[in-house]
C-alpha cells in the first residue's frame, strides 16, 4: 500500500465548475500537507500549505485537512481552462527532513 | 527574485555515459531537494542538502548515484554509468531554512538514456 494514495484521473468539467481532488494517506506522522500544480512538462508550483486540521482559503482555492480520516481535499471554484493540469499532493512529517511524500497526481481538464 | 534554475533542461546521454545535474536554489535559500520523476508516477525523494553537507540521502539508489552541494555554485546530481530505466525528469527544489517543507521547484531536467 502507498503511504500516499491519489486517483489519477483524468478529470473532466466544465468552466466554471468547482473541483474537488482529494488524497488518503496512510502515516499518520504527516502534519504537514502541500498541493502543488504542475503543467505539461513544467517542474511543480506550490499552491497551498497547512499544518496539521483544518482549512486554508486562497482566492479561489481553498484547502481541507482531516487528519482524524487521514484525508486531504483541494476545492477549486469557478474553475477557469487554465486550472488545466495535474494536480499533485504532498505531504510532510514533523521533525523530519523536510523529505515530501507525493502522490500520484490527478489530471485536470477544464473544458470551455 | 529568480526561481530555482536547473540545467541543462534536456540531456541525452548512451548507456554506460555519466550525467550531471545542476541546480541552482532561489535566493535566500539554504536547503535543496532532489526528486526523480517516472513516467506515470509521482515524484519520489531523491536527497536532501545543506551547504557541504548532505542530510538525508535515503532515496538515493545505492550505487551510481552522487549529490553534493558545495560552499560555492551549483548543487550538482551525478549518475555514472547510466542505464536506461534511468531516463526520468529530475527536479530540484530549494526552501528557506523553515519551514523546510515549504519547498520551490525548478523547472527539471529531462534524462533520456539510449
Known amino acids: 500500500q502507498k503511504e500516499v494514495e491519489q486517483d489519477p484521473g483524468p478529470l473532466s468539467v466544465p468552466e466554471g465548475a468547482i473541483v474537488s481532488l482529494n488524497c488518503t494517506y496512510s502515516?499518520?506522522?504527516?502534519?504537514?500537507f502541500m498541493w502543488y500544480r504542475q503543467y505539461s512538462r513544467k517542474g511543480p508550483e506550490l499552491l497551498m500549505y497547512?499544518?496539521?486540521?483544518g482549512n486554508k482559503e486562497d482566492g479561489r482555492f481553498t484547502a481541507q485537512v482531516d487528519k482524524s480520516s487521514k484525508y486531504i481535499s483541494l476545492f477549486i471554484r469557478d474553475s477557469q481552462p487554465s486550472d488545466s493540469a495535474t494536480y499533485l499532493c504532498?505531504?510532510?512529517?514533523?521533525?523530519?527532513?523536510?523529505?515530501?511524500?507525493f502522490g500520484q497526481g490527478t489530471t485536470l481538464q477544464v473544458k470551455p | 527574485n529568480a526561481g530555482v534554475m536547473q540545467n541543462p533542461r534536456h540531456l541525452v546521454r548512451r548507456r554506460g555515459q555519466e550525467a550531471r545535474l545542476r541546480c541552482s536554489p532561489m535566493?535566500?535559500?539554504?536547503?535543496v531537494y532532489w526528486y526523480r520523476q517516472l513516467p506515470e508516477e509521482g515524484l519520489k525523494f531523491m536527497v536532501y542538502?545543506?551547504?557541504?553537507?548532505?542530510?538525508?540521502e535515503s532515496g538515493m539508489p545505492k550505487e551510481r548515484f552522487s549529490a553534493e552541494f558545495p560552499k560555492e555554485g551549483p548543487s550538482i546530481l551525478r549518475i555514472q554509468q547510466v542505464v536506461r530505466g534511468d531516463s526520468a525528469a529530475y527536479f530540484c527544489?530549494?526552501?528557506?531554512?523553515?519551514?523546510?517543507?515549504?519547498?520551490?521547484f525548478g523547472p527539471g531536467t529531462r534524462l533520456t538514456v539510449t
Open positions: 527544489a530549494s526552501s528557506p531554512p523553515r519551514p523546510s517543507y515549504e519547498q520551490y
Open positions: 502515516n499518520s506522522a504527516f502534519q504537514y
Open positions: 497547512t499544518y496539521s486540521s
Open positions: 504532498a505531504m510532510s512529517e514533523v521533525g523530519n527532513t523536510g523529505k515530501l511524500i
Open positions: 535566493k535566500g535559500h539554504s536547503h
Open positions: 542538502l545543506q551547504k557541504e553537507n548532505i542530510i538525508d
